[in-house]
């Protein structure tokens, strides 16, 4: 027999309901927030300048020529500058994320005046060459190797050989230039500026700069961030380690590395040059050089210079 309730008192309520809803619902919330955060990331990631254009030409100073080659899903284009005096190397010269070809101009003609046959080439998403995602040097290095291939035709039908080739890159175009240097005979030096050693390593202190008030993401986030990119992009992330490439590389290599640099740390050059053959390399650090400042040191890019002026010479 059910006990009526007593005159005045509210029935019994389950208790839990209330707190387990409110908990639910912060989950949730939580993992749309952790879910923007990491489609952030991965759009910072793999997202080139020029996602979804179909960049117009360049025109090119009155001392270059234009090339343009149609490369696996991009247009790559480059500006070559004949040296003014006898032609001793071609020199590639490659730019960092975000930036493109003709913030090399000035530096182009300076190898030029010094003999050197200058290319300056747009890395594919970047400048006027098309190209939706960025591939740190997965896909950049066969783009390089493309353009010498046209240019050494093209050497070759004027009776102008392509000699031998050095290469030079900041920060992003570093990591380019090592790749092409470990894949690619025609290298004979190989000369970097602030690079990163891999990307999954320069990862968390990115995210501290970009977003300072979150704490750094812990391995697992990383590994969701890189996968959702390959997934995306058709490009395995994983695989952009520039220590593998230095370990591959039989040719001097030098890497030049300010010493106040924080958005790619010199530990990073320590890294690359750790993993270089015996007396195959060179780290040259620069007092007082940050990683944007080190880029228009002339210091530096006279360093750089003198380290291919010399190898050539042996």
């Not at 952030?40 to 025109?59: C, Q």
Request: hydrophobic share 45%; with cysteine.
């Amino acid at each position: 027999m059910t006990k009526p309730s007593e005159p005045g008192r509210k029935p019994p309520r389950r208790q839990w309901l209330r707190p387990a809803l409110g908990a639910a619902l912060l989950i949730v919330l939580l993992w749309v927030m952790l879910n923007g955060i990491e489609q952030w990331a991965v759009g910072a990631l793999i997202t080139a300048p020029n996602y979804g254009a179909t960049p117009a030409p360049g025109e090119p100073p009155a001392d270059a020529h234009r090339i343009r080659i149609e490369r696996e899903g991009a247009t790559i284009e480059a500006f070559v500058f004949e040296p003014t005096d006898g032609m001793r190397a071609t020199a590639v010269i490659l730019h960092g994320l975000g930036d493109q070809k003709d913030s090399f101009i000035g530096t182009a003609r300076s190898f030029a005046r010094e003999g050197y046959r200058a290319v300056i080439i747009d890395l594919r998403g970047h400048g006027h060459s098309g190209g939706d995602y960025l591939t740190y040097g997965l896909l950049d290095a066969d783009d390089v190797g493309a353009v010498l291939d046209d240019i050494d035709g093209d050497a070759l039908a004027s009776g102008d050989a392509l000699g031998p080739v050095v290469i030079v890159g900041p920060s992003y175009g570093g990591a380019v230039a090592l790749r092409f240097a470990a894949q690619d005979p025609r290298v004979r030096a190989v000369a970097t500026l602030a690079t990163f050693a891999s990307l999954r390593g320069i990862l968390p202190n990115y995210a501290r700069l970009m977003a300072p008030m979150l704490p750094p993401p812990p391995e697992w986030f990383i590994d969701w961030a890189l996968d959702d990119a390959a997934a995306e992009s058709g490009i395995d992330y994983a695989r952009c380690d520039s220590t593998d490439a230095v370990h591959a590389i039989r040719v001097p290599i030098l890497f030049v590395h300010g010493e106040n640099d924080v958005h790619i740390p010199i530990e990073n050059a320590e890294t690359l040059y750790a993993s270089c053959w015996p007396e195959q390399c060179h780290l040259e650090r620069v007092e007082g050089q940050d990683h944007i400042s080190i880029l228009s040191d002339q210091a530096s890019w006279s360093t750089v210079r003198s380290f291919f002026d010399e190898v050539l010479a042996r």
